[in-house]
């Protein structure tokens, strides 16, 4: 299977038509399907993370916005960074529409810089329930306190590993930006980078998500106990987080595009998918439902009990972006590719 | 703060609330006696039901769950010499021994007080630590984790027993298996063999249950005794005994105390973890004690030791958790989403605001442990009774139990090859005399030690030195090494003989495992050459030095003198359930063909349900193995297997959803998959 055909736009358009023009039937005959049935929802993690919060959180509202109401049984698939779920959702698992998951955000990346064997666009997307900034941040006791000393001083930055968010912005920082940092890898995970900084062990680490900031360390910034060096948001983006964008700091239109294809990921921080090939009208309802459960009150409610962002992008923007990003000349890649160090 | 201590106090003793931590008791029990099966599994179960539960009823569930697998765990590790959860390994080595000289109950009762006493007392240090809680942590820099992990390996100095070569050989090789996966620093795939499942490095369940569980069982199966014929003579055992096990551990309560505190200190050191706590108190018990010499034989000391250390270490566990997030183990990763899915940020809050939460922690830990010790206190005659079961009906029967606690440690066919690959390996080494504990505390402690070193080194280099607890832990660890070595050397000089001529090599099965072992890490060595220096040194440390170790126990063992029969097995004293092929009553001729045949059934096992499914592949295997290999009437065998399967379906396919890996049989019809949902 290779990018989507003419004909197969062309047979998603008449089946589109059909849906259009027999909703009840196509409708009675989903609803026929999903009922009495499961649906799996693969998560690429283990039970207790960010990914893993959001997924059941999803997956305990969805039933009841989903035509036939199906029994939503969560499965964990922790392997490789959530790797083995994506690929086992791209090959291996059922396509009648009976499974979804979700993964890693940057992993729509794998294929492009460590040439890992599965097409992202080819998955049937529901969206992402939220998009993220990512955030670099020092203590307050460091003597990093802005873009300039972080970019002339030695500061100590921590990080996770290999491709882990911290790593790949703070690589960023040194091969575009030109950043002096010395980045100290190795970390289990973003509790112990915190603790890291709070010991003084060290200046700061990157890939913080405000998120995560506003909803575990609500000390840090009440306290003052951080300063916010730099955001990573995709361009476009307006918040009020007291850091300048990253894409502010350069002017290259090489790196802006480089930066734009990673910072791209930042949008769907919280992916959805299905394997491809689901068929049409069963998509279509399972991305309705999706976007109905993402704005249920209910579900939201519970989402701010549990301090979960809720900002959805449907499928159609991921498709776009996905479609973007896999649009850039080899040369963009490839500098986007040694910027996070690979 | 006596205020909130009582307040909490009077939450938790609201009827409804202990009737939820019975609830959670009760199944934590029933989840530590499942090898395989632990805290981890029981939180991931329920924490979706707290969702509409008050926090502190919440709490008293998870962790009057999560608190007592720790005491019922060693109910498997002395009956059958099957730790019941990862922190239960030790207890095996006297545990099990106890049984087989008939005193299972003395054991059960020295376990019992001892989890109760451990138990309470890491409940107690987190009680007392509170107001220093957070200063401690912020003390504990990567300096100071790095040195704990020292600490840790240099209890395979103890722990080898007479056997040092080999112990330092299988520790090595511990710290190698350690390095499989990605590493992380410069993410390169090291000894993955281009498999996933390696991609995230060997899970600790199959490893542990293929290296101290499946052994037992092995021999059990070759022996044909199993336990029931020591414990028939006991059958009824005189609830005397049991009291008898409490008085011991009151007699060595200064032992409890130190293991306690052990258990605890390590507890909140991240990245120690609970498989390896156990034998560090272990080895500080053969180490500090007098007459060691009895340890590994049926040492009641051994039992109370380990069961101390393994319970006290949940209080220590919630140490870093509690003041910031940051979880020291697998179990408490999963309690601190519990934390955030009730509103609470672990931090400074916990110690403020929520103080009164972070009592009903404290008063759940210790309200836990004393109803789960009660509980089996006063169950130990059912337990025991398992004791009569017919080996021909407990050898399937707990090795598929095994086999699907492995399983559950990442859901892939991987684990069920890594606990049958490892349950030849830990038998190999078992038989053949060497030390297993080191291997697991390689194993365990690689990974972690490997992280702080590098970042220790890049943040304070030799500067870490200058840290007074760094200094300490190290000073501690120097102790644990030095001792036995000046021991050791002054009983050499002092027995030093004539010397003889060197004998001609001799080929034994033990030269031809370590080389094997040899060869295996000279491939593994050749296949770091294009590393990364950073993602090499390590792993070319370990690998260099285990290479060194290994062809020293082939130059001793090929040319050392043959010693007397009973002599034989080296490390005897630290794996003393070490089979000995000639004591028995059948010749050695069948015996040497049970192995054979026990193997094969392994290998078959494997392939069955490579071909048909989990599931159907353990239904079918424990069917004609009770029937064919252990002559079990048919009758008896079908309805074994029955029985068994439909509670593994119930459990694991309705209870965890478990998504069943992908077998041959549901690639060739695609309907009898969709139909089933288990191939």
Redesign the interface.
């Known amino acids: 299977m290779t990018r989507l055909s003419p004909r197969t736009i062309l047979r998603n358009i008449v089946a589109c038509g059909v849906l259009l023009a027999a909703p009840g039937h196509a409708a009675s005959l989903t609803q026929d399907f999903y009922a009495g049935r499961n649906i ?1 929802v ?1 998560i690429g993690y ?4 960010g990914y ?2 959001y997924a ?1 959180l999803l997956a ?1 509202f969805f039933d009841k916005h989903m035509a036939g109401t199906p029994t939503m ?9 959530s ?2 779920s994506v ?1 086992y959702l791209s090959s ?1 698992a ?1 396509k009648d529409g009976t499974v979804f998951g979700t993964f890693g955000r940057s992993l729509v990346l794998e294929p492009l810089f460590s040439g890992a064997k599965f097409d992202p666009r080819k998955l049937s997307w529901l969206g992402s329930i939220t998009q993220d900034v990512s955030l670099c941040v020092t203590s307050s006791t460091s003597p990093i306190k802005t873009w300039d000393d972080l970019m002339t001083k030695n500061a ?1 930055m921590g990080g ?4 882990s968010d911290p790593d790949m912005f703070a690589s960023i920082l040194k091969n575009l930006f030109g950043s002096n940092l ?1 980045l ?5 995970g973003n ?2 980078l ?3 900084l ?2 003084g ?2 200046d700061g680490f990157c890939g913080l998500s405000w998120s995560s900031l506003v ?5 840090w910034l009440a306290d003052k106990r951080i300063n916010l060096i730099v955001q990573a948001s995709p361009p476009g983006t307006v918040n009020d987080i007291k850091a300048p964008q990253l894409l502010s700091k350069t002017d290259d239109p090489k790196k802006r595009a480089a930066l734009t294809l990673i910072l791209a990921t930042q949008s769907l921080a919280r992916p959805f998918a299905a394997p491809p090939g689901v068929p049409p009208e069963r998509l279509a309802a399972l991305r309705e439902a999706f976007l109905q459960t993402v704005a249920d009150p209910e579900f939201l409610a519970e989402a701010t ?3 979960l962002d809720v900002a959805p992008v449907p499928a159609s923007t991921v498709d776009a972006k996905l479609a973007q990003i896999y649009a850039q000349p080899p040369e963009i890649i490839a500098l986007a590719k040694q910027a996070v160090g690979y | 703060m006596l205020d909130a201590a009582l307040q909490a106090l009077s939450l938790i003793l609201e009827p409804m609330r202990l009737l939820i931590m019975f609830g959670g008791v009760l199944l934590g029990l029933a989840l530590g006696v499942i090898p395989g099966l632990g805290g981890i599994v029981g939180l991931a179960l329920l924490i979706p039901f707290t969702y509409h539960m008050d926090a502190y009823s919440a709490f008293a569930l998870l962790l009057g769950m999560a608190s007592v697998t720790t005491v019922s765990d060693f109910i498997p590790a002395v009956l059958f010499g099957v730790p019941g959860t990862v922190g239960a390994a030790a207890t095996v080595l006297d545990g099990y021994p106890l049984a087989q000289q008939g005193q299972a109950a003395r054991a059960f009762g020295a376990g019992y007080a001892s989890s109760l006493a451990g138990g309470v007392f890491g409940a107690l240090m987190l009680a007392v630590a509170i107001p220093v809680l957070r200063p401690a942590v912020l003390y504990l820099g990567s300096a100071e984790l790095l040195a704990f992990c020292v600490f840790g390996l240099s209890m395979v100095a103890v722990l080898s027993g007479k056997a040092p070569l080999r112990g330092l050989t299988a520790a090595a090789f511990g710290l190698m298996l350690s390095m499989i996966g990605s590493d992380p620093e410069t993410g390169t795939l090291r000894w993955t063999m281009d498999s996933l499942y390696l991609w995230d490095h060997l899970p600790l369940v199959p490893v542990t249950l293929g290296i101290f569980a499946v052994p037992e069982l092995i021999d059990m199966a070759i022996k044909r005794t199993g336990i029931s014929t020591y414990s028939a003579l006991h059958a009824k055992l005189p609830v005397s005994s049991q009291w008898d096990g409490v008085r011991d551990a009151g007699r060595n309560w200064w032992l409890i105390l130190r293991c306690s505190g052990l258990g605890a200190v390590l507890g909140a050191v991240p990245g120690i973890g609970s498989a390896v706590i156990d034998w560090i108190a272990y080895g500080h018990a053969v180490q500090t004690e007098k007459n060691p010499e009895n340890f590994g034989k049926g040492d009641i000391r051994g039992v109370i030791a380990a069961e101390a250390s393994n319970n006290a270490k949940e209080g220590g566990h919630l140490v870093p958790t509690l003041a910031f997030g940051v979880p020291a183990g697998a179990s408490m990763a999963l309690l601190l989403s519990a934390f955030l899915m009730h509103g609470f940020t672990p931090g400074p809050e916990m110690l403020t605001k929520h103080l009164d939460l972070t009592y009903a922690i404290i008063w759940t830990l210790t309200l836990s442990h004393i109803m789960g010790a009660l509980i089996c206190l006063s169950a130990s005659g059912l337990f025991a009774r398992l004791a009569l079961i017919r080996v021909g009906l407990l050898v399937p029967a707990v090795l598929s139990i095994i086999f699907l606690g492995a399983f559950n440690g990442s859901q892939s066919w991987g684990d069920l090859y890594s606990v049958a690959l490892f349950g030849a390996l830990g038998w190999g080494m078992k038989q053949l005399g060497w030390p297993r504990p080191p291997l697991i505390l390689g194993f365990v402690l690689g990974a972690t030690f490997e992280r702080y070193l590098f970042i220790s080194g890049e943040l304070y280099g030799l500067s870490a030195l200058q840290r007074p607890i760094v200094v300490i832990v190290l000073a501690g660890a120097a102790w644990v090494v030095l001792r036995p070595v000046y021991r050791a050397t002054r009983r050499i000089i002092a027995n030093r003989g004539p010397r003889g001529r060197i004998p001609s090599p001799r080929l034994t099965w033990n030269v031809a495992f370590s080389a094997g072992l040899i060869g295996l890490i000279g491939l593994a060595l050749a296949q770091s050459a294009d590393w990364p220096v950073h993602a090499r040194l390590v792993p070319l440390a370990a690998g260099g030095a285990a290479l060194l170790f290994a062809v020293g126990t082939l130059l001793t063992e090929a040319f050392a003198t043959p010693r007397p029969i009973g002599e034989h097995q080296a490390g005897h004293m630290m794996d003393s359930a070490a089979m000995d092929m000639h004591g028995h009553d059948a010749p050695a001729a069948t015996l040497h063909w049970r192995a054979v045949r026990i193997f094969g059934w392994l290998a078959g096992l494997i392939a069955t349900m490579t071909l048909i499914g989990v599931l159907p592949g353990l239904f079918l295997a424990m069917l004609l193995i009770t029937w064919l290999e252990f002559r079990e009437r048919w009758q008896v065998a079908l309805t074994l297997a029955a029985i068994m399967s439909v509670a593994f379906w119930l459990v694991f396919d309705r209870l965890f959803s478990t998504p069943w890996p992908y077998a041959v049989v549901g690639d060739l019809w695609p309907w009898l998959r969709s139909a089933t949902h288990l191939l």
């Open positions: 799996n693969v283990s039970v207790g993370g893993d919060l059941r305990r049984v969560p499965q964990s698939m922790p392997g490789a960074g790797l083995k690929l291996i059922p100590r996770q590993a290999a491709g010395k100290v890898t190795g970390y289990p509790n112990e915190a603790l890291a709070e010991r062990e060290l909803s575990r360390h609500p000390d009990k549990l301090g």
